[in-house]
């Protein structure tokens, strides 16, 4: 079977624009630091290049910037479960020493082989890109990351996944397996609270008594989560990436414990707002 690269909407193109431009900020920012090691782990890496929807041309993807950042990092980590993907991946590679390529689930092997290496206190410092399409990672990762208490974080928040699969005006008619990613995602069954309220004065389309909440009120309850769960101590508002119609597609967020990073992502957003 011939491989064909993903095909990426201008909203992929602003998050790559963004993810390389926080990434040379980044490492500049540890010149002068010596004796830690930075790394660069991209947990749905994809092919390393996609086909822009906009140009009709290839463009570059998010391993493909991060190799190319400079100040360089010390180390990439690239995990994508498609082995055609990897495999094209390991191509782009082939001059770099430092590169590891993994195919298979980013949660399990963010959760049992790398996060457990990447702490404070070990020297190590992460820039993660947690990019999955929809609801395929695992709140684990998110919160380890957190309490390694040496990542900043990049994370697509899928909240059209959300809408489409999980998150329903009727929530007795969403069937078990969105709800079961839903969980897997948010780590357990609390986005409820912030998805649903009860209706007070009574509602003619949905569940009886039931009200889903906006997109804003969920991204809040993620954003404290965030914070308060995962030990993030700087979590600001996320970038909406919408499609050509203006519809959002996911919310880009950004988790870190540095109120450095927080200036320099909230200069960068703000230009994307
Ligand atoms: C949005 S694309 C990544 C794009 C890439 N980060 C970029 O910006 O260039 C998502 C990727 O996740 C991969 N994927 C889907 N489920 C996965 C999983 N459970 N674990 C690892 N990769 C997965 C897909 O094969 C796809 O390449």
Request: with cysteine.
């Amino acid at each position: 079977m011939s491989f064909k690269f993903d095909e990426v909407g201008i909203w992929s193109e602003l998050k790559l624009e963004i993810v390389e431009k926080y990434g040379s900020a980044y490492t500049s920012a540890f010149a002068k630091q010596k004796g830690l090691t930075k790394l660069y782990v991209d947990a749905f890496s994809g092919a390393g290049v996609h086909v822009s929807k906009r140009s009709g041309g290839p463009i570059d993807g998010s391993p493909a910037r991060a190799l190319r950042t400079r100040p360089p990092f010390d180390g990439f980590f690239f995990i994508d479960m498609d082995e055609q993907k990897t495999a094209h991946l390991r191509k782009l590679c082939a001059n770099h020493n430092n590169v590891h390529i993994e195919t298979g689930d980013a949660s399990k092997y963010l959760t049992q082989t790398l996060l457990p290496t990447i702490k404070y206190e070990y020297f190590k410092r992460a820039l993660c890109l947690f990019d999955p399409y929809g609801l395929h990672l695992e709140w684990k990762a998110m919160e380890m990351a957190g309490q390694s208490r040496a990542i900043d974080m990049f994370l697509n928040f899928p909240v059209m996944d959300m809408n489409r699969n999980a998150i329903w005006r009727n929530p007795t008619a969403v069937p078990k397996d969105g709800i079961d990613r839903m969980n897997r995602f948010w780590g357990d069954e609390s986005w409820r609270e912030a998805a649903y309220a009860e209706d007070l004065q009574g509602n003619l389309f949905g569940s009886p008594g039931i009200i889903k909440q906006s997109n804003d009120a969920i991204v809040q309850a993620f954003r404290e989560r965030l914070r308060k769960v995962a030990g993030f101590q700087f979590v600001p508002e996320p970038l909406p990436m919408k499609n050509k119609t203006n519809a959002i597609v996911y919310y880009l967020f950004f988790a870190s414990q540095k109120p450095v990073a927080q200036k320099i992502i909230d200069a960068i957003f703000k230009k994307y707002r």
